[in-house]
């Protein structure tokens, strides 16, 4: 008992400093929620919240919370000179209870798709098998490690990866399977690309701010670097827009995206010109636009279409 309770208090300590539920579970709400209902509008016209939905949801969570054990687990060494606050390395939180974590989160994102989500059993397959051979390094570590190009074409699809089988929940929804198209890659753009936006915006350095730690600016440059997230929120805004005409939702809808692709050209333009510390908000801006992006959207859905439940 002594161990068990010893164990949930640092999972405690791991939770509240390297995956805050409270902070995270509001956005993966938003972001399914919107993905889910905006794929099946466009397929069909309806929202159907069935079985699909419910194990789509929490295999989201489950992914999210297993993709963060998994980054935890292969930069232990690395965190000890480059982060040695962190919870692990300065000993709250043990390796082993990380490794607990993941494989609990890995048996019930298995264990809900094989109960629950029989027709996207295919595509769950692929997905997990990808997700699992980023963590192995595709059994060629030492060769990533030394060539950050390789690492970034092998692991940046990753919120790709998930997001297309979240789209596959939504088309399983209803009594027919409806086949992946154009228009559903779209869609998978416009909720992976904020993503890339804030991997990438968060290893960003302003001009002499840089460490031992490998950035993009560290790569392609500050201005360069900062590129990527401007390019991923500007293309965003426009697939945004596409879904707003798709959709049929008002000039408001439109205003409100508008205000929003203005708020990130201000903050990354200012850091292009003047790229100080200072000006260096790129990470809190994308997750701000990202947010405000995705909640927009969910509440136009709510407001011009009927949820069916279905459970």
Same mark, same amino acid.
């Given at each position: ?63 999210? *919370? ?225 947010? *405000? ?19």
């Amino acid at each position: 008992m002594s161990n068990f309770f010893l164990f949930f208090k640092r999972s405690r300590i791991y939770f509240k400093e390297m995956f805050p539920v409270l902070i995270y579970l509001p956005y993966l709400a938003a972001l399914y929620v919107s993905l889910n209902f905006v794929s099946q509008i466009i397929t069909n016209n309806e929202i159907v919240v069935d079985v699909y939905a419910v194990a789509g949801f929490i295999s989201a969570f489950f992914l999210m *919370l297993l993709m963060r054990t998994f980054d935890d687990l292969k930069d232990i060494g690395i965190d000890k000179d480059l982060f040695p606050d962190r919870a692990t390395p300065r000993g709250a939180v043990l390796k082993s209870d990380i490794v607990k974590i993941s494989l609990f989160s890995f048996i019930v994102i298995v264990s809900v798709n094989l109960l629950f989500a029989h027709k996207t059993l295919l595509v769950f397959a692929v997905v997990i098998t990808y997700l699992v051979l980023t963590f192995k390094w595709f059994f060629a570590e030492k060769i990533h490690r030394e060539n950050i190009f390789l690492t970034m074409a092998t692991h940046q699809p990753i919120p790709y990866a998930i997001n297309l089988l979240l789209i596959h929940f939504a088309l399983a929804s209803g009594n027919v399977y409806e086949a992946f198209e154009l228009k559903h890659f779209a869609i998978l753009l416009f909720f992976s690309l904020p993503v890339t936006a804030w991997e990438s915006s968060r290893k960003i350095r302003a001009k002499g701010m840089e460490t031992n730690y490998e950035t993009f600016s560290m790569v392609f440059g500050t201005r360069g670097a900062t590129w990527i997230p401007f390019v991923c929120l500007l293309l965003t805004s426009a697939i945004a827009v596409y879904i707003g005409i798709e959709l049929e939702f008002s000039i408001y809808y439109f205003l409100i995206t508008s205000a929003l692709c203005l708020f990130v050209i201000l903050f990354y333009t200012k850091f292009l010109i003047f790229p100080t510390k200072k000006n260096n908000v790129l990470k809190n801006i994308t997750m701000i636009f990202t947010s *405000l992006q995705f909640f927009t959207t969910l509440i136009f859905i709510l407001i011009n279409f009927k949820v069916q439940i279905a459970l």
